[in-house]
Nanobody, 121 residues
């Protein structure tokens, strides 16, 4: 398994931007499909975005398409989530995850501790 540590969360006004980072341990980071999830207050955890090991394929939830961008730097063992045009409904704890499967079926098994993003209404 890989260990994941998220950072970059915080409080931002509606319309603003944040970039989340997820640093991974281990020498096999480049082989993992990576994903970002979020859990809004009182709700279930939901998928936000995921990216293939090479970075060539990405998927997004409909709610964030056109506003969020997932990317990775395999040399730095880091995956990013650039979040623009933030809305109050984006308020959640954001988690990154790693899976050994394909981007279509990643099988996420490693999770970070989460970072809070708050967008006041």
């Amino acid at each position: 398994q890989v260990q994941l540590i998220e950072s970059g969360g915080g409080l931002v006004q509606a319309g603003g931007s944040l970039r989340l980072s997820c640093a991974a341990s281990g020498r096999t980071f480049s082989s993992y499909t990576m994903g970002w999830f979020r859990q809004p207050p009182g709700k279930e955890r939901e998928s936000v975005a995921r990216i293939s090991w090479s970075g060539s394929t990405t998927y997004y939830a409909d709610s964030v398409k056109g506003r969020f961008t997932i990317s990775r730097d395999n040399a730095k063992n880091t995956v990013y989530l650039q979040m623009n045009s933030l809305k109050p409904e984006d308020t959640a704890v954001y988690y990154c995850a790693a899976g050994a499967g394909s981007v279509r079926n990643p099988g996420f098994r490693s999770w970070g501790q989460g970072t809070q993003v708050t967008v006041p209404s």
